[in-house]
């Protein structure tokens, strides 16, 4: 499957941004779908999962304030980020069947 991950820009504190990832096929077929991000450093690290049954699963950082849901007529799975720390910052990526899209550049500042 490929991947194309969209919506990311420059915001500030404590606002929201929404991130779309959209798939090269139907994601009802696709059992976990992911979002990971990465900051400058060598370390990507998983933000939110949500299955084909619509069991979600985050990360303790953004509890709260990050929701994934599914489109499926659209083939897309959309993170909504609410709540927007600095350490936000990253490069949000979007992860299905151990295929990468390219990411989106997140920038959390005032």
């Known amino acids: 499957v490929q991947l194309q991950a969209s919506g990311g820009g420059l915001v500030q504190p404590g606002g929201s941004l929404r991130l779309s990832c959209a798939a090269s096929?139907?994601?009802?077929?696709?059992?976990?779908m992911s979002w990971f991000r990465q900051a400058p450093g060598p370390q990507r690290e998983m933000v939110a999962i949500?299955?084909?049954?619509?069991?979600?699963h985050y990360a303790d950082f953004v509890k709260g304030r990050f929701f994934i849901s599914r489109d499926i007529a659209k083939n897309m799975v959309n993170l909504q980020m609410n709540s927007l720390k600095t350490e936000d910052t990253a490069v949000y990526y979007c992860?299905?069947?151990?295929?990468w899209g390219r990411g989106t550049l997140v920038t959390v500042s005032s």
């Open positions: 096929e139907s994601i009802s077929s696709i059992n976990i």
């Open positions: 992860n299905a069947r151990q295929s």
């Open positions: 949500i299955s084909n049954t619509n069991y979600t």
